[in-house]
């Protein structure tokens, strides 16, 4: 069976900094095949990368899945809902950097589903440690 993959809940989970199950696996059938690592099983670092010829130097799309801590009850919206009202996305994260994440998968899956012929390989990285939590991030 097929999992739900409304653009919500993939966002969600893809930029959630924690293993990715669903998002994964909602790329409209599209392969684009991941590695994923950290010490820490509960926020994990995924790297794709697609191939080229090699002609130029590689290309990193990055942006990082962690957000600050936040306090509930100052916000109208749940904090890690990613709700959508007045044509706007509300959620820990919207902003920084998650929007980031959103448009470096989208641009690898676009690349893969348009076979796009590329002269370096285009890799993209969602690393869990950013603000503040560099131990389960990159160095």
């Known amino acids: 069976m097929r999992p739900s993959c409304g653009w919500t809940p993939a966002i969600r989970q893809a930029t959630s900094g924690r293993p990715p199950s669903t998002w994964s696996r909602c790329s409209n059938g ?4 991941s590695s994923r690592s950290n010490p820490n099983p509960n926020r994990v670092n995924v790297v794709a990368r697609l191939k080229g010829n090699g002609a130029k ?4 799309l990055m942006a990082h899945t962690d957000v600050v801590t ?8 749940p ?4 709700t959508r009202d007045g044509g706007y996305v509300y959620g820990r994260g ?9 448009a470096a998968l989208m641009t690898m899956l676009m690349l893969k589903r348009l076979n796009v012929p ?6 993209f990285l969602a ?3 950013d603000e503040g939590t560099t131990r389960v991030g990159i160095q």
């Open 30 to 33: 599209t392969a684009l095949a």
């Open 94 to 102: 919207a902003i920084d950097d998650k929007d980031n994440v959103v």
């Open 79 to 82: 904090p890690f809902s990613a």
């Open 118 to 123: 590329l002269d370096r390989d285009v890799i």
């Open 127 to 129: 690393e869990a440690g």
């Open 70 to 77: 936040v306090d509930p009850r100052k916000w109208t919206f």
């Open 57 to 60: 130097r590689p290309l990193l």
